[in-house]
């Protein structure tokens, strides 16, 4: 060790190998391949709002119990302010040689405060202090993502009540099925994303209860008071078994659940965008603010912030896999495996929060060619389920007789060139004589849309009944 902190460091039976803080027992340092893998600083100090939170809920904890005296206390959490005051200026000496964040935090608070830092590990590990800084980031996580889900449905409503009318194909197989309306497309996401977020919702509710006790793994023979600092920050309660505190990371894995499964639903938006985007469709367009040109071909607008959105999700699964992948097989309790946690749980939900403010600003920003799309919906017989429910209804036909007559009307349609509002009367009727020019009020896409008035469907009273439900959610 270089700098002038390692004295401060050394505690009075260290030893040799005392700029360890676990230095006691060895008589040699670590080889320097030990540090380079050993070493987590570089990015668990995304970790150290939460490592300071934690430390100042157990100080308070400590004197309360009367493990520490005030004198002792007031040393520490004014330490702790000042690391903090460090941090948010930026001159805060992350160092390699301390490891970790917790031991960057505590080896600074000793030079800060001198050998009273040294009291605020008592009846505390590492292991329930990572637990608990790790649980902390991933439910602030969760909770900054829910956020950002309600931004995108708001933006997805929005876009929607405006266009709640507009006619559009709607697909299966991506061939032409049924018309649909482009606000009912919308809200499908709406839905999605919905059931996106009280996934987040669930997981942060089990994972609320803290760690922070459990000390090693077996408790604490200190007079703690477990209730007092996961009231303090913000869990419902303590976790009930000291053991499962530090061993597991189901908190993480469920949360990157979650993620993936967003990221999933924002990979399908994504991928609509890019098909509506193209020339082909033509279904909407995105501004300058959301596309790229090409270097070489002036005249290409490409949807690059979609496609990137439609990727992104690897990193999610990834990061699921990566996690559990580590976790699988793992003794209880600790193993040093757990400290590859952070990195893939880290980068995944850069990604989310990246992937739903793009997709948010798409959405804000896109603007649908209706005219084009309602052309579109009444292509490829569109409506040929409007008359077979019409032959049904009317003519009282078995729903399957009503197919067979719809599909032969649908082979003439093809054969004379025309679509199935324009197939003449005398053709239907050689095809079934009982049908009146009453159906032609079912062919059209608008008619078609306007009479899927059942719950969920895609008629624009029930679209905007839908809507306005979404509204008060998200008020
Ligand atoms: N940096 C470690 C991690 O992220 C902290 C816990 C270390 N605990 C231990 N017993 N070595 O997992």
């Not at 987590?40 to 119990?65: E, T, V």
């Not at 908190?251 to 609509?272: G, W």
């Not at 059942?454 to 839908?466: L, M």
Request: aromatic share 6%; hydrophobic share 45%.
């Amino acid at each position: 060790m270089t700098d002038d902190s390692s004295d401060a460091l050394k505690t009075p039976s260290a030893g040799q190998a005392g700029q360890a803080m676990w230095g006691g027992r060895f008589s040699d340092k670590p080889a320097e391949l030990m540090q380079a893998i050993n070493v987590s600083i570089g990015f668990d100090r995304r970790l150290a709002a939460q490592d300071l939170a934690g430390s100042r809920a157990h100080a308070a904890m400590l004197l309360k119990a009367g493990v520490i005296s005030s004198e002792d206390e007031a040393g520490i959490q004014k330490g702790l302010q000042a690391i903090e005051a460090e941090m948010a200026a930026g001159s805060f000496p992350f160092r390699e040689e301390f490891e970790d964040i917790h031991m960057n935090v505590e080896a600074r608070l000793r030079e800060l405060i001198g050998p009273a830092a040294g009291r605020l590990h008592t009846a505390r590990s590492r292991n329930d202090q990572v637990a608990l800084d790790f649980r902390l980031w991933v439910r602030e996580a969760c909770d900054r993502t829910q956020h950002q889900i309600k931004a995108l449905q708001r933006a997805l409503v929005s876009k929607a009540e405006a266009h709640a009318d507009a006619l559009m194909p709607g697909f299966t197989h991506l061939q032409p099925a049924q018309p649909v309306t482009f606000g009912h497309h919308l809200m499908a996401y709406v839905e999605m994303f919905g059931r996106d977020a009280a996934r987040f919702a669930d997981a942060r509710a089990r994972m609320n209860e803290s760690p922070l006790g459990a000390a090693a793994l077996a408790g604490s023979p200190f007079p703690i008071d477990r209730q007092m600092t996961a009231q303090a920050l913000g869990f419902d309660r303590p976790t009930a078994n000291s053991l499962d505190s530090v061993a597991d990371r189901d908190f993480a894995l469920e949360a990157l659940a979650a993620a993936t499964i967003c990221a999933v639903h924002l990979s399908r938006l994504a991928e609509e965008i890019v098909i509506w985007m193209t020339p082909q469709f033509g279904f909407v367009k995105l501004s300058d603010a959301f596309t790229t040109g090409s270097s070489i071909m002036p005249q290409k607008k490409n949807p690059d912030a979609a496609e990137l959105v439609r990727a992104k999700v690897g990193r999610m699964l990834g990061a699921f896999t990566q996690l559990a992948v580590v976790m699988k097989g793992l003794p209880l309790t600790y193993s040093k495996d757990m400290q590859e946690d952070k990195v893939p749980t880290f980068e995944a939900f850069d990604a989310l929060e990246l992937s739903l403010a793009a997709m948010a600003g798409m959405v804000a920003d896109l603007t649908p060619d209706t005219a084009r799309m309602a052309a579109a919906a009444g292509a490829g017989y569109s409506t040929a389920t409007d008359l077979a429910d019409w032959l049904v209804r009317e003519l009282n036909l078995p729903f399957r007789d009503a197919h067979h007559v719809t599909g032969a009307a649908v082979k003439r349609a093809e054969q004379l060139g025309c679509d199935l509002p324009g197939l003449p009367l005398d053709e239907l009727q050689a095809l079934e004589p009982r049908i009146t020019d009453g159906v032609y009020d079912v062919l059209t896409p608008a008619a078609s849309v306007a009479s899927r008035r059942s719950y969920g469907g895609t008629a624009p009273d029930q679209v905007r009944s839908q809507i306005n439900r979404w509204k008060e959610i998200l008020a």
